[in-house]
């Protein structure tokens, strides 16, 4: 549907899988907790450190600190994702497409609610017996559904699957057929052509994509013990630091120079390996503890920008005020409420 219909198909279809994801997130999220006891379990059953936001600084993958690098990871995503983006460019007007970022910023706490949830209340009907730490959400579905509300599950699992899949495949499509082969193969390409271009691009994407499918399948079953998420994260990071520093570049300054701005993307990757050996050898020969991926890539991206940017590049920071353009009132106060109800859940899961 992809291939046939473009972002009109994806769209429509995604508000389908999402309704199937809520659906089946929260069935699993309700049966966990009445398993448990109650929603007052959660506190009583498990360790308190399992209801806090805020894990101690030397955690292994998720410190506190790592705060400092997801904020600019956070907008590579959601600022810089064509996937994410796409659906604000269709929007018909600015008001819309910021009402429907912040719609999306509210339905997160609640994914966050269904996907967290499940997991600290089988640690507290189990434990810690799970040798692998992605085995939770099967296990609570193999031991404590019925057959029905399984099959349910397993209608969430492939609409969430196919919502990123499709996503993916339309953006990468747009991006193939109308920013190169639109502007460099083919400049006077007719409308009939692009879109022919985009398709085909559908079907190398599925190629790929089923290859590299396979791929991910071999490292994450030759390390089972090891969570796959931090492992697909810090790979990507290698890449994703350098984006974050394109996209700082395009906001913050006043024309700052191409040369600089593409050595600040090419410089960030090197750097970040670099650090991350680096911390290795220290950790492993001197005790030294080692460095957070997460915050690794805030230091990256940070250092990065500032060197090649301000330091040698001498670009000018741009207003403030610039960065701030809200449609209406409405829309500034929904910003705003957002904002509060964010710090405000940091200072009471501290």
Not at 137 to 166: H, K
Not at 194 to 218: D, H, P
């Amino acid at each position: 549907y992809t291939y046939l219909g473009g972002l009109r198909a994806v769209v429509k279809t995604d508000i389908i899988q999402f309704a199937i994801l809520v659906a089946g997130g929260l069935t699993i999220t309700l049966v966990a907790v009445h398993e448990l006891g109650g929603w007052s379990e959660l506190y009583a059953s498990t360790p308190p450190a399992h209801m806090s936001l805020h894990l101690p600084a030397d955690h292994e993958n998720l410190p506190w600190t790592m705060l400092f690098g997801l904020f600019f990871l956070n907008i590579n995503y959601w600022c810089g994702n064509q996937a994410v983006m796409q659906r604000s460019l269709a929007a018909k007007n600015l008001r819309e497409a910021q009402l429907g970022l912040m719609v999306g910023g509210v339905m997160k706490y609640f994914m966050a609610v269904i996907i967290i949830v499940p997991g600290i209340a089988l640690y507290g009907l189990i434990g810690d017996r799970l040798g692998e730490v992605d085995a939770a959400f099967p296990y609570l579905v193999q031991n404590f559904l019925p057959s029905g509300l399984a099959g349910l599950i397993l209608c969430a699992l492939f609409a969430s699957l196919m919502s990123t899949v499709d996503s993916t495949f339309n953006s990468l499509s747009t991006l193939w057929s109308v920013d190169i082969y639109g502007k460099y193969l083919k400049a006077d390409a007719s409308d009939a052509e692009l879109v022919s271009a985009g398709r085909q691009t559908v079907i190398v994407c599925l190629l790929t994509g089923l290859a590299t499918g396979l791929l991910l399948l071999s490292v994450k079953f030759s390390d089972g013990g090891k969570a796959f998420t931090h492992f697909l994260n810090e790979t990507r990071y290698f890449v994703n630091c350098g984006l974050v520093d394109l996209l700082l570049s395009a906001v913050l300054l006043i024309s700052p120079k191409p040369k600089y701005t593409l050595l600040a993307f090419l410089f960030a990757g090197p750097l970040n390996f670099a650090l991350k050996e680096g911390f290795s050898f220290l950790h492993g020969n001197y005790g030294v503890t080692d460095l957070n991926y997460f915050l690794r890539a805030g230091i990256v991206i940070v250092f990065s920008f500032l060197l090649f940017q301000v330091l040698i590049g001498r670009a000018r920071w741009a207003p403030t005020k610039n960065l701030f353009e809200l449609k209406d009132k409405e829309v500034k106060w929904f910003a705003v409420g957002l904002l509060v109800s964010l710090i405000s859940l940091h200072i009471l899961f501290h």
